[in-house]
């Protein structure tokens, strides 16, 4: 079964930082590039941040932009988000996205169940 | 980069079909053919159910389909059931810098 874990989420100051990680499964993790999409309490979906396959591209959202880290590990099928200078409006649940195809179909076919990331004082 | 523009709710009963519309710029929706649609039940992961405009990923029914038109986008659901209720989002490529963006989101409510 294709399936994708976060881990890695809880509550955090503002100022600090927080690392995520997803694990894959089920599928060649090293083909695909992966995603980390997040919703904050009542508000829609937000796109975060992309690497590619390889590793060797990665875009942010501007929101994001300067603050956090997308990295990936495919020797052990794992995907990471280094969170720094976090804000209360980075309160969010964190989700994994696999991308649908090789190449890059810009939409997202597997995703995990959310690691919740809470900021506050 | 603002969000693409839906309707905050939409509503049918069962049986019926609904539109649920999604409006961007030249800049993404007009300009790719990379628009997706996503199901959302409360408390789940979201699941992919339109990609490319107008295909669907194998196991999402044929009730489902998408379209665009200029800078507008839709998502088209016949013969409503029950379990449609849920949140749907458009997502669409928006150039190198910004990967995707997502439209706000619409509650559709199956009456």
């Known amino acids: 079964e294709v399936q994708l874990l976060e881990s890695g989420g809880g509550l955090v100051q503002p100022g600090e930082s927080l690392r995520l990680s997803c694990v894959g499964s089920?599928?060649?993790?090293?083909?695909?590039?992966m995603n980390w999409v997040r919703q904050a309490p009542g508000k829609g979906l937000e796109w975060v941040s992309v690497?590619?396959?390889?590793?060797?591209?990665?875009y942010y959202a501007d929101s994001v932009k300067g603050r956090f880290t997308i990295s990936r590990d495919n020797s052990k099928n794992t995907l990471y988000l280094q969170m720094n200078s976090l804000r209360a409006e980075d309160t969010a649940l964190y989700y994994c996205a696999k991308d649908l195809g090789v190449p890059s179909r810009r939409a997202f076919d597997v995703w995990g169940r959310g690691t919740m990331v809470t900021v506050s004082s | 980069q603002s969000a693409l523009t839906q309707p905050r709710s939409v509503s049918g009963s069962p049986g019926q079909s609904v539109t649920i519309s999604c409006t961007g710029t030249?800049?993404?929706?007009?300009?790719?053919?990379?628009v997706s649609w996503y199901q959302h039940h409360p408390g789940k992961a979201p699941k992919l159910m339109i990609y490319d405009v107008n295909k669907r990923p194998s196991g999402v029914p044929d009730r489902f389909s998408g379209s665009k038109s200029g800078n507008t986008a839709s998502l088209t659901i016949s013969g409503l059931q029950a379990d449609d209720e849920a949140d749907y989002y458009c997502?669409?490529?928006?150039?190198?810098?910004?990967?995707?963006?997502f439209g706000g989101g619409t509650k559709l409510t199956v009456l």
């Open positions: 030249s800049s993404d929706v007009g300009g790719y053919d990379y």
């Open positions: 690497i590619s396959s390889t590793g060797g591209s990665t």
């Open positions: 089920g599928f060649t993790f090293s083909s695909y590039a």
């Open positions: 997502c669409s490529h928006a150039g190198s810098y910004n990967y995707v963006i």
